[in-house]
Every structure is written in C-alpha cells, then in structure tokens.
C-alpha cells in the first residue's frame, strides 16, 4: 500500500520530540481537533493544550502525546510545530499531574488576582491533559 507522507519537525522548547515522515497528524486547537495529511494548503495554526495524534508511515497505530501551547506552520509540503511542551503517555507522572490539578483547584478558589486565577487555570488545563493522556496511555 502506498501512503501519502509529509516532513514533519515537532519541537518542545528545550529538544526536538519527532523529526521525520507522518502520515497524519491531529493537533488541538481551540476549535477541535485539527488533522494535517499530504498535500496541505499552506497555514498557520495556534495549538492550545491537548492531545495530539499522529500516525507513522507503515504503522497501523495511532501514537499520542499531551502538547501544551504553541503553534504549526504548514507550508509547502513541510510541517513545523513548536510547543512548550510534549510528552509522551508512558513520560507522564500521573500523580505528580494529579498534585498539579489540586494545588491549581485550590488558587482558583482562593479570592486572588485575575492572573492568578487565569495561571491557575492555564496549570490546570494542563495537569488534566497530562492525566488523559497517561489514562489513555493505560487502557491500551
């Protein structure tokens, strides 16, 4: 069978997370899922924290990750994504992400600032991906 590929460059800020051929690749926006394939039109896309999936030439899998914020660039044929964070399922520490929700639960509760509370809620947002994707990660 003979599938269409794409470069892709999927960067963290600190190291690279995957540099080659995709198949696909679905990333979180803050309109949904957004699905990348061969052949796309030029674009620039704002990535919000979530689950990202990808699928790798040959492979019949679908791989996921958590990404935290950042963007995808698409152009002419070559993807390039830049996120703060990317972190494989089985890199994930559930109970540390499970400690990050409830210290965020507890600010945004607290009567403080407004970016306070919004930093608060960008961690918590965050922990709660990485629990997703840890669980998903389990029941496979």
Do not use: C, W
Request: charged share 30%; hydrophobic share 40%.
């Amino acid at each position: 069978m003979v599938q269409n590929i794409f470069n892709a460059r999927i960067y963290e800020a600190d190291s690279p997370f995957y540099e080659g051929p995709l198949v696909s690749l679905m990333v979180p926006t803050i309109d949904g899922m957004y699905g990348i394939q061969a052949r796309h039109r030029n674009l620039v896309i704002a990535v919000v924290p979530g689950i990202m999936k990808y699928r790798l030439p040959d492979k019949d899998e679908l791989f996921t990750a958590s990404v935290s914020e950042g963007m995808v660039r698409i152009e002419d044929g070559d993807v390039l994504m830049l996120v703060n964070t990317a972190e494989r399922p089985e890199e994930i520490d559930a109970e540390r992400a499970k400690a990050r929700a409830e210290e965020a639960r507890e600010i945004m509760l607290q009567k403080r600032s407004l970016q306070e509370y919004y930093s608060a809620e960008a961690t918590l947002r965050r922990a709660m991906v990485r629990l997703r994707a840890s669980r998903d990660q389990s029941l496979n």
